[in-house]
Every structure is written in C-alpha cells, then in structure tokens.
Nanobody, 119 residues
Framework: QVQLVESGGGLVQAGGSLRLSCAASGIFFSINAMGWYRQAPGKQRELVASITSGGSTNYADSVKGRFTISRDNAKNTVYLQMNSLKAEDTAVYYC?????????????WGQGTQVTVSS
C-alpha cells in the first residue's frame, strides 16, 4: 500500500520558518522524483519545489532563495525547509511522488498539511 505522510505544518508568524517532512512507503522511493505542491483557498494547486532521483532541484520563482527541498533516500523521506515565510505562503502543502516514465495521472499524493503564516 502506497502512503505519503506529510508532517510539520502549523501556524507561524511572517518571517519565521517551518520544515515539512514527507515519509513515503510502498514505493521505490529512490527512483521517484519527489515534489511539494501547495493549494491556497480559491487557487489552483501549484508546484513549489521538486527534486529528482539524482538530486536536481527546481523551485517556483516565488520561493527561490527562501525554500529548500532535500531528500534522504535511506529514510524514504523528502523535506521542505521554508524560511522567511510570507502570508502568501499560506496554503495546504502536498507531497508528490512521480516515477519517471509513468503517466502523471499515476502520481501519488499525500493528504496535505496546513501551513498558515500570520502577518
């Protein structure tokens, strides 16, 4: 059974930091590209950051220089370190696993974790 379990969300003041974690099971973690997406109320889900199996990273322009994605293949876990948080970062954050070569419709998703940044 595939599971992606996010943790680390919460309420933080603007300028603060949070670290999200996503623990994966039931997938061949090391070959999957992993990503963090977010969805704010009334908005579409958007990519925040992604990391390939080889460690290459990609970030949304809005978070470059503030967020860092990393992965620990030994722990089947991907992280999102979020610094200098802004009110506009408030959203539900979702972990995503994509196996290269597979149709995106077969991607796995976590249940989401709420991040709220107060201004």
């Amino acid at each position: 059974q595939v599971q992606l379990v996010e943790s680390g969300g919460g309420l933080v003041q603007a300028g603060g930091s949070l670290r999200l974690s996503c623990a994966a099971s039931g997938i061949f973690f090391s070959i999957n590209a992993m990503g963090w997406y977010r969805q704010a109320p009334g908005k579409q889900r958007e990519l925040v950051a992604s990391i390939t199996s080889g460690g290459s990273t990609n970030y949304a322009d809005s978070v470059k220089g503030r967020f860092t994605i990393s992965r620990d293949n030994a722990k089947n876990t991907v992280y999102l370190q979020m610094n200098s948080l802004k009110a506009e970062d408030t959203a539900v954050y979702y972990c995503n696993a994509h196996e290269p070569g597979w149709d995106r419709r077969r991607d796995r998703w976590g249940q989401g974790t709420q991040v709220t940044v107060s201004s």
